[in-house]
């Protein structure tokens, strides 16, 4: 049967939620008692949640810092629908033990990261930016650029962006090397490409794109002995996760002229400062953690989510669990 959804409280954190598809909102505000939306546009921290959760049953939530605190605050909780695929800014073992739901949404978003992807790598490679502000400025210079044709490029993590985004860059005539211990080289090698180790990959990749997860092993995986081995004069795309780099490492091999450039979708802290180190060099494009945000990805982030908020308060289990020991009883420690 389920509860009553007439006396659910819905907290909505991301603000992009129904911006394309306004039935999407529409649609929860008539299924549940009441909707609460986020009161300012970008995710949130910590203590401004645990003023927020009390008294919710339900939360699909975007890029917010949901840590053991905040659980703690939920006095009625029972899912959080993250709004994409990423889950590593919440505490799942604390939601697991308080019997909260954490589910996402795989696959919504990865053609959306992967153009980005390779729509940052065209930026890099061809100078694309410093050609627009120089045109704007009154210039028009000679601007000798790096193609992708016949160039190496290393997906570091093979899930299923890394997969949309090694299919394009076939397109593109380009060799495509894989580092991921977890992917079989067969799967690897179904979307033409090649399964290498770390070590192999970074001194022949041309472009090194991010697609890992944050884990305790991949956290700040990219710092001083990463860089080192990559190709010199190679450039670092990150669509994934700011918290995969060494910020102070990048900026010094950017600096050092060691890498050509950087394309970041996303930092360690965000948004950045105006006066963070990396912002002030001009071989780093930065863009405001926009690859998931496309109409089609949206809409399909959106229905994803609120599909599983619904699904829990109607006591189903949703299409996509992390954390599925929440409904085996077993103890996470």
């Given at each position: ?47 401004e949640l645990t003023r927020l959760v009390k008294g919710i049953d339900g939360w699909i939530a975007g890029l917010d810092e949901i840590d053991a605190s905040v659980v703690a605050a939920a006095d009625r909780l029972k899912v959080i629908a993250r709004y994409g695929v990423g889950f590593d800014r919440v505490d799942v073992a604390a939601a ?238």
């Open positions: 049967m389920g509860m009553d959804l007439r006396t659910c409280r819905v907290l909505v954190t991301p603000t992009t939620f129904g911006m394309q598809d306004p039935s999407l909102r529409s649609r929860l505000e008539q299924a549940v008692g009441e909707v609460r939306y986020s009161p300012v546009k970008r995710p949130l921290t910590a203590p697991t033990r308080r019997g909260i739901v954490v589910a996402n949404t795989p696959g919504a978003n990865s053609a959306a990261v992967a153009e980005l992807t390779i729509g940052l790598m065209l930026a890099l490679g061809r100078r694309i930016c410093p050609s627009n502000q120089a045109v704007r400025s009154g210039q028009w210079p000679r601007i000798s650029g790096v193609g992708l044709m016949r160039k190496t490029v290393g997906l570091v993590g093979f899930g299923s962006i890394g997969r949309e985004t090694a299919r394009r860059l076939a397109v593109f005539g380009c060799r495509v090397l894989v580092a991921d211990p977890y992917v079989s080289p067969e799967a690897v090698s179904d979307c033409g490409a090649g399964s290498v180790p770390l070590d192999q990959l970074l001194p022949a990749s041309d472009f090194v794109c991010l697609h890992a997860a944050v884990t305790p092993a991949t956290a700040g995986m990219v710092n001083d002995s990463f860089l080192h081995k990559m190709k010199p004069g190679a450039f670092l795309v990150n669509t994934a996760r700011g918290e995969l780099i060494d910020e102070t490492a990048l900026r010094q091999s950017l600096e050092s002229g060691r890498l050509a450039g950087a394309a970041l979708d996303c930092f360690q802290k965000e948004p950045p400062e105006s006066d963070h180190p990396l912002l002030q060099l001009p071989q780093v494009i930065a863009t405001p953690h926009t690859g998931a945000h496309t109409d089609e990805a949206v809409n399909a982030m959106g229905r994803m989510a609120l599909d599983a908020c619904l699904a829990v308060l109607r006591e189903e289990r949703p299409a996509h669990v992390v954390n599925p020991d929440v409904y085996t009883g077993v103890n996470v420690q």
